[in-house]
T-cell receptor, first 117, second 114 residues
């Protein structure tokens, strides 16, 4: 079945440091890939996505490139801020065989990021 | 446009009781998915409804059930509560089945089972 593996946290950085959160996946088809972010006390929000190989998703200074050859979708940001402190989830959406246009999201376990001033 | 709303936000129950959680999706969205979030297991998919039909189901016991109404609002029911059911229950809506493009999440209902 499909699965997503994220680097385990927590990750603690100082403001303006470089961030990388690793994500690799296993999927039977050609999935779309997502990064979601969860701020304290809130639900998840879509941060960025990529729908095919070599696509780069970007938003709010975060980037991730869909690498089919390494089955990876690592999240990066050049200079983190205190306000980036949150839990980050990597996810994939893959089509279920036999269900037409039916897709299902599979999430990684999440990585807690804390940014100190 | 109003976001996904979930009620109640917090709930405390005792073992053996049952509970019903409610989710109102974004206007126009016909897909509603439910997830259980715990520190140990992370985000686990419960089920998804699209146009009042359950399209997908995760690996949870039959005590967990759901339904969707004609206005796309969804309810989730857990019967015979166990301590391990304590979790944040998240609802997500999407314009398409399974959230191929994006799922929009509500703030969740925090269920505590004593």
């Amino acid at each position: 079945g499909n699965s997503v593996t994220q680097m385990e946290g927590p990750v603690t950085l100082s403001e303006e440091a470089f961030l990388t959160i690793n994500c690799t996946y296993t999927a039977t088809g050609y999935p779309s890939l997502f990064w979601y972010v969860q701020y304290p006390g809130e639900g998840l929000q879509l941060l960025l996505k990529a729908t095919k190989a070599d696509d780069k998703g970007s938003n709010k200074g975060f980037e991730a490139t869909y690498r089919k050859e390494t089955t990876s979708f690592h999240l990066e940001k050049g200079s983190v801020q205190v306000s980036d402190s949150a839990v980050y989830f990597c996810a994939l959406s893959d089509q279920l065989s036999g269900f037409g246009s039916n897709y299902k999201l599979t999430f990684g376990k999440g990585t807690l990021l804390t940014v100190n001033p | 446009k109003a976001g996904v709303t979930q009620t109640p936000r917090y709930l405390i129950k005792t073992r053996g009781q049952q509970v019903t959680l409610s989710c109102s999706p974004i206007s126009g969205h016909r897909s509603v998915s439910w997830y259980q979030q715990t520190p140990g297991q992370g985000l686990q998919f419960l089920f998804e409804y699209f146009s009042e039909t359950q399209r997908n189901k995760g690996n949870f016991p039959g005590r967990f059930s759901g339904r969707q109404f004609s206005n796309s609002r969804s309810e989730m029911n857990v019967s015979t509560l166990e301590l391990g059911d304590s979790a944040l229950y998240l609802c997500a809506s999407s314009s398409d089945p399974g959230g191929y493009n994006e799922q929009f999440f509500g703030p969740g209902t925090r269920l505590t089972v004593l």
